[in-house]
């Protein structure tokens, strides 16, 4: 069974911090994607990145950076200096490849408030 | 214009009455989904449509029902609303794998619609 932990329930940081949130999740399978959503206050989910379990490369996308480690199971997402415009709750999720609904499954999500 | 799109975006009804949540996409994808999302428990799937013609429960089905009237539209719908089905309802879309059998494409969602059972 395939399940994704978020630990951080909630994180506060002041504009400019750096910020790390943290995934953790389990799967018996080989072939996996992970990915991460962000929910603004507006409530609908954006897609910021989708990673293949062949993949390790850290992907950087401006101040957005992923860091995918197989041997400890993690997929943490870092912001850099952040901004008041990245508060929102974000989500990690995860798709096996034998998942035959191509189902994702959701940690409980992180919620980041970057005060000025 | 949104590429998913769900109606109403707000409801609010009754205990025992039966409501309709619509979807439609324009991305020109096969598969599409609706998820629930409760307060700290992510999403969780309700039903998948990998195309018109095949529809198939997700992990809690129980209480909805769901219709694909074409590739572009998927309706959810609660026969008899309870209290316990106050949530936030995602709609998304997905494109099929290049392969079959493969899985993993990117689901794209919808704005969401929140549901008030009272």
């Known amino acids: 069974a395939q399940k994704v932990t978020q630990a951080q329930t909630e994180i506060s940081v002041v504009e400019k911090e750096d910020v790390t949130l943290d995934c953790v999740y389990e799967t018996r399978d080989t072939t996996y994607y992970l990915f991460w959503y962000k929910q603004p206050p507006s409530g609908e989910l954006v897609f910021l990145i989708r990673r293949n379990s062949f993949d390790e490369q850290n992907e950087i996308s401006g101040r957005y950076s992923w860091n995918f480690q197989k041997s400890t199971s993690s997929f943490n997402f870092t912001i850099t200096a952040s901004q008041v415009v990245d508060s929102a709750v974000y989500f990690c999720a995860l798709s096996e490849a034998n998942n035959a609904g191509n189902m994702l499954t959701f940690g409980g999500g992180t919620r980041l408030m970057v005060k000025p | 214009d949104a590429d998913v799109t769900q109606t109403p975006r707000n409801r609010i009804t009754k205990t025992g009455k039966r409501i309709m949540l619509e979807c439609s996409q324009t991305?020109?994808?096969?598969?599409m989904y609706w998820y629930r999302q409760d307060p700290g428990l992510g999403l969780r799937l309700i039903y998948y449509s990998f195309d018109v013609k095949d529809i198939n429960k997700g992990e809690i089905s129980d209480g909805y029902s769901v219709s694909r009237q074409a590739q572009a539209k998927f309706s959810l719908s609660l026969e008899s609303a309870i209290p316990n089905q106050t949530a936030l309802y995602f709609c998304?879309?997905?494109?099929?794998?290049?392969?079959?059998?493969?899985?993993?494409?990117?689901?794209?969602f919808g704005p969401g619609t929140r549901l008030l059972v009272l």
């Open positions: 991305k020109g994808h096969d598969r």
């Open positions: 998304a879309t997905s494109d099929s794998p290049p392969r079959t059998g493969g899985a993993g494409e990117t689901q794209y």
